[in-house]
């Protein structure tokens, strides 16, 4: 079993940065692939990023590679997802995810298994 706990979020201005953290409780952290996603009202879940159990594999959607970057810190039980160079269509809920049964993340959200309850992000153009 994995909780997990999203923060970060909030409002910020278009050009500027947020780091999201999601804080993870249960002994499985280190075992489990961890992504982010985000879904805007009206939109379908969208993949965001994704890290491998070690840390030393990522992935990114088209959307936002180069902008964003994603980490953990597998002492810390945490996962980070550093936003920079934000966008108005960026305005969205995050949400980080576990999955326990693969060593590298998918993008696919029906692959992952627990969920964090969101965290807003709104970027005022």
């Known amino acids: 079993q994995v909780q997990l706990v999203e923060s970060g979020g909030g409002l910020v201005q278009a050009g500027g940065s947020l780091r999201l953290s999601c804080a993870a409780s249960?002994?499985?952290?280190?075992?489990?692939?961890m992504g982010w996603f985000r879904q805007a009202p009206g939109k379908e879940r969208e993949f965001v990023a994704t890290?491998?159990?070690?840390?030393?594999?990522?992935d990114y959607g088209d959307s936002v590679k180069g902008r964003f970057t994603i980490s953990r810190d597998n002492a810390k039980n945490t996962v980070y997802l550093q936003m920079n160079s934000l966008k108005p269509e960026d305005t969205a809920a995050y949400y980080c995810?576990?999955?326990?049964?693969?060593?590298?993340?998918?993008?696919?959200?029906?692959?992952?298994?627990?969920w964090g309850q969101g965290t807003q992000v709104t970027v005022s153009s």
């Open positions: 995810a576990a999955d326990p049964t693969r060593t590298y993340g998918t993008i696919r959200y029906q692959d992952y298994k627990y």
């Open positions: 249960g002994r499985t952290f280190s075992s489990a692939a």
């Open positions: 890290i491998s159990r070690s840390g030393a594999y990522t």
